[in-house]
Structures are given as structure tokens and as C-alpha cells.
């Protein structure tokens, strides 16, 4: 489908009736979401509630058992190598641990999918690369440092200045302030926000940092054993009156969310 | 009057134990066939797929440069020392064999048919499968579990294209020549004991040598040698490719990589001598 023919009121990412299982184990048991475009939906919920596989099926490095993905109206499950690869043009991703390419240079990983994946060339991809690194607040000659000699807070910056390097439509972000201290997590979340404002982009996260949840925030969506329990606008989270919402954004121990511990 | 026949409780409970023996073993026995089968299955798909994008563009020269000097260029030092070893070591111990028929004069042959035909191949496929298969199996393993792999599917690059083509041209290509390189070093090692320690003339050792060697000797064994680097590449990228998640997972897709190289170099050889000199 040509962007011509995408109506307004087209989400751009939705997701009916999405189901994954691993043999016996239900992880998704039937996902129904929509992002309008330049919007940002955060889906929320405990470690193994099915948040990363929801993710990994949208960026298709896992295939749902049934279900549909439809960016800007078009299917994407069972959809042909090269359509993939056409939609993946419009995609950004923010991985949990930064996933930089560690034998390759700073400038190099955020140029990385100009270079390669759009065959920009590499002094043209280095001027994105130096722009985008300072976008995200680093100083110029980290440029030619390698992802092992920058701090975890560094690296997460690196990582989404690549994620938002090509200047994508729709960009994903997992877990975007884990195992950073909450001065650096803020810092990220407001480069988040930045980044996907002045992208105009649409923004589907995962966590369960509730700080960065509201912060990043247009819609939230709480997962729960594979299903979402509830969804809404940030403003009504606190006056959901739904007990799963309750008792995660309170951090309560009992409650209808149980945890198996063994 | 007849009888009918009932048996005794405990009998009973004594044949189902058998039963249940029988039917277990031979449960154990299927799904171990079966998992084989798919493990041969899924290597033989991975080898398709990889060959695929061998042939495919878009290529990675820089990345298929890199792999040159890992697999070949930095294999020499070990590929080159074990050939030395192996000529010299060959050469003493035939001539300790050979001079009990007084057949000394077939040294020179027996050192370079054994080590154009067998040793250097069949060693230089070990050693670099111990140096080189678990390195790409530890580096393409890292990059899974750290999500690596994932990323470069989200940066629109193929990873079989950047990460398992190169990896594989490389090894296929740069094998032959190293164990070229260890025919030369391996026959000068036993030319070095024969002429310094066992006392033979050079000029008959280096006739001798000549007179025996033919085409297909040397050419077998590069062929071997390009079978062989595919083999250790391949096992390399895929067990670090099929990596599991942790420390563990890594350190098993090394162990995997080595082992399941070191067999199939074993396998393959007997297959490819048996069909250039049956």
C-alpha cells in the first residue's frame, strides 16, 4: 500500500487477535492494540508477561501463530521477504542492553543502517552520525570511541541515537531506562520524548518502569498473562478503577496480578 | 473338566514392569532418533540458507576482508607448526620402522604422500577448528544473546549476508591455502631431520620426493581442505547463530562448534579419500 492510499484514520501499528505459544506454554493469548500515528503507546506489566514477545513479533524476529500486524493498514504477518524489508525501512528499535555492535565505532553503529541498509554513503553517514550524537547530548569525539569504553548511560544514548538515525516512522523501544540510575533514566526519557516529537514518529514501548511509563506516555496498555487487561490515555491511569492497573502502577504485592515464585 | 488359566498378581505386576521397560526404552530410542534427524535437518536448512546468501548480493567485501586475515592469515602460525612437527616426527619414526626391511629409501615418499594426501589437511581442519570454529561460535553466540543478531534484522541487514556468508567464502577459500603452505613447511620439516639427523643425501631425499608426488595427491588434499573449511565455519556460525540465552548457552555453542567440526572433518575425510583413491 502506498502512503497515498493510507485514510487518515488508519492506525498506523495495529495488532487483532495476536496469539505465540512455545510448545505447551501460552505466552500471547490473543494481543489487540492500535497506535495512532504520532502517538506513543507503552505497554506495561511484570517480567514474563508476554511484553518483549509482543515486540519481537511486530519487528518480525518472531513469527505469531495467528493474529494480525498491520502497519499503515498493510499485513505484515506472512508478508514476503522483500515487503519486510521495505517495512522495516520505517522502523527504529531501542534495545534493552543498547545491542551495539561492539568490534565497530561509535559513529559506525549509529551509521550502521545508513551504510548498509540504505547504501548511504559512508561520509554522508557520518554527518548523520554526528548530528544524532549530538542530539543525544554527547560530545563530539565520542564519535570514535568504541561501545566498550562509554558508561551504560552513554551506551543507551548511542543506542537510540541509532535507533532514531534514519529518521524512522514508527520506533520501538524495550525497556528503554533498565539498569540506569533514575537521574540518567530521566535524561533518557526526555530524549525519548525529543526524539519522537521532533520525528513526528509514532512510539510503541515496553517496561515496567512506571516513571518512564509516564513520562513517555500518550496511551498505556497493561499486559497480563498474555492479554491486555487494560488500555487508556496516561491521564486516566490513576482513575482506571481497573484492580490489575491498581495494583501495578502501586506496587502492591497482593492483588489480582499473583506471582508464582518457584 | 478344563481349567482356565489365571495367573498369580505378582506375575502380573512382573510383566507390566517388563512392558512398561520395553515401552520406555523404545521411547527413549525414538526421540532420540527423532531429535537427530532434526538436528540433521535443521543444520543441512542452515547450510542451504548459508550457501544462498553466499552467492547473493548484497556482499560485505569489508567484512569478507576481515575474515581472510582471522581465518587464514592468523591460522598460519598453527597450521605451519603443526605441519613442521608432523613432517619431522614422520620422518623419524618411518625410518625407525623402515630400517627394519631396510627400506629407508622410501621415507622421502611416505612423508610427502602422508602429508599432502592426509596429514596436512585432516590437521590443519583440527587446528582450525579449535581456533577459529570456536571463535566464530563465541563471537556469533555473544552477539545473539546480547541481541546483536536482532539488531541487524532491525537495521535492515540480512545476518546471514554480514555475519555467516563471509565467514563461511572465507574458511572454504583460505583452508586450501594454508594447508598448501603446510604441505611445503611439512615436507621441509622432514627433509630437515632426514638431511641433518638420519644423514641422507640431498639431492636423493628431494628426488625421491619429486619422483613420487603426483597432481592428484596435492590436489586431493586442498579439496579436502575446502570441504573441511566449510564444515568448521559452518558448525561455527551455527551453533553461536542457534546460541541459548546466558553464559552457558555461549560456552556450549563453542563446545558444540569444536566437537561437531572435529567429528564431520573425521567423517568427511574417510568419505573423500574413499572416493579419490578407491
Redesign the interface.
Known sequence: MSPKNIKSDTPKLELKGVTKSFGDKHILRGIDLAIPTGKSLVIIGGSGTGKSVTL?CV???MQPDSGSILIDGEEIVGSSAKDR?RL??K???L???G????SIKVWENIA??LI???NIDRKKAREIAEEKIAAVGLKPEVADLYPAELSGGMQKRVALA?AVAANPEII?FDEPTTGLDPIMADVINDLIKDSVKSLGATALSITHDMASARKIADYVALLHEGKIVWHGAIEELNSSGNDYVDQFINGRATGPITRRVA | MSSTFIPKPSSDKKQNAIVETVVESCEAVGRTVLSFFGLVGRIASFMGRSIYHCFTP?F?PSQFMRQLMDVGYYSLPVVGMTALFTGMVLALQSYTGFTRFNAEGAIAGVVALSVTRELAPVLAGLMVAGRVGASIAAEIGTMRV???I??L?????NPFK?LVAPRILAGTLTLPILVLIGDIIGIYGGYVVAIYSLDFSVGTYLSQTWDIIEPIDVISGLIKAGVFGFIVTTMGCYHGYNSARGAQGVGAATTNAVVSSSILILIFNYVLTQVFFS
Open positions: 519481537k519487528l518480525g524476529l524489508d522495516m525501512h522502523f527504529g528499535m534495545f534493552q542492553g545491542a551495539l555492535f561492539d550502521f543502517g548498509h541498509g540504505r541509532r520501538f | 548484497p560485505f546480547t541481541e546483536q536482532d539488531a534484522t532491525t537495521l535492515s541487514v554480514y
